[in-house]
């Protein structure tokens, strides 16, 4: 792969947008919230959403496989973002560089596509496993990935962009779906920011720097097991990384670090 190929930089109007409207539907409660039919969302594809990466590591096994482990976000040629917790654990510690790699240019689960190796990565000093707290990590890749219709960066969000109340935005990832296990086929789905109180009120308490979103009216959609360190998106441009779900994540909010908390550590440290 060639050292030559150029990062094509994010168009303008993704940084230059204004927010849209606040819906104005209400929030359900969750027990008014209808049964999950199809969790992950609806099929999609990488042209829409061309920043989008798999992120994969060796199962230890003899026959040395390469499986799915989380979702991730094109930056850069050579920097990608996902979540901390994506790559280091209590119970595990932490994957060596050498043992993931980025799978980019596919909608379909571990098939297709191209893949470049991680030479190293930057988990944020402030990560806290037990609170979430900045659970955002940067994966320096040895070689460039081209730039094309299928892999392009993503447009961050501006440091310190405040997104309103029930602003519909949209999840990309490779969640479950109907409960049976992760889609075959890269997935999004409409989901609604949460009224920070609300979503403290379920959750005792959440940091500052995460964005919780759910179904506006039910439907039984949202981010899911296998969809951590994807992508929530307003208009394409990068608003959050997908952090943690509760159990029933078909029916209650969703925790997604906010991007624009960490803009300019993103700049800073990427390559």
């Not at 049964?35 to 829409?48: F, I, L, M, P, R």
């Not at 991730?72 to 050498?98: K, N, W, Y």
């Not at 993503?154 to 309103?164: D, F, K, R, V």
């Not at 759910?214 to 969809?227: F, H, S, V, W, Y």
Request: charged share 20%; proline share 6%; with cysteine.
């Amino acid at each position: 792969m060639s050292s030559q190929v150029k990062t094509e930089p994010p168009p303008d109007e993704c940084r230059t947008k204004t927010l849209p409207k606040r819906a104005k539907t209400r929030l359900l409660s969750p027990a008014l919230a209808a049964t999950a039919v199809k969790v992950g969302g609806q099929d999609s594809s990488v042209e829409k959403y061309p920043s989008i990466v798999q992120m994969e590591h060796r199962d230890g096994t003899y026959l040395d496989r390469w499986r799915f482990l989380c979702g991730a976000v094109l930056f850069s040629e050579r920097t990608v973002i996902s979540a901390a917790h994506c790559v280091t654990s209590p119970e595990d510690g932490d994957v060596m560089p050498h043992n993931i790699r980025i799978r980019a240019g596919s909608s379909k689960y571990e098939k297709g596509g191209y893949f470049v190796s991680v030479r190293s990565y930057k988990i944020h000093p402030d990560y806290d496993v037990k609170s979430s707290n900045a659970d955002i990590a940067l994966l320096m890749l040895w070689l460039p990935l081209p730039m094309t219709n299928v892999t392009k960066p993503a447009c961050i969000a501006p440091s310190g962009l405040e997104l309103p109340d029930n602003l519909a935005v949209q999840v990309a990832g490779w969640g479950e779906t109907n409960f049976l296990g992760l889609s075959e086929v890269l997935q999004a789905v409409t989901v609604y920011t949460v009224n920070r109180d609300e979503c403290s009120r379920r959750y005792d308490s959440i940091p500052e720097n995460i964005i919780c979103a759910r179904i506006l009216n039910g439907g039984g959609k949202n981010a899911c097991e296998g969809d951590s360190g994807g992508s929530l998106y307003m208009d394409h441009m990068l608003v959050g990384i997908v952090s943690w779900r509760p159990e029933n994540c078909a029916e209650l909010p969703a925790g997604y670090t906010k991007v624009s908390a960490f803009t300019d550590w993103i700049k800073s440290n990427a390559i």
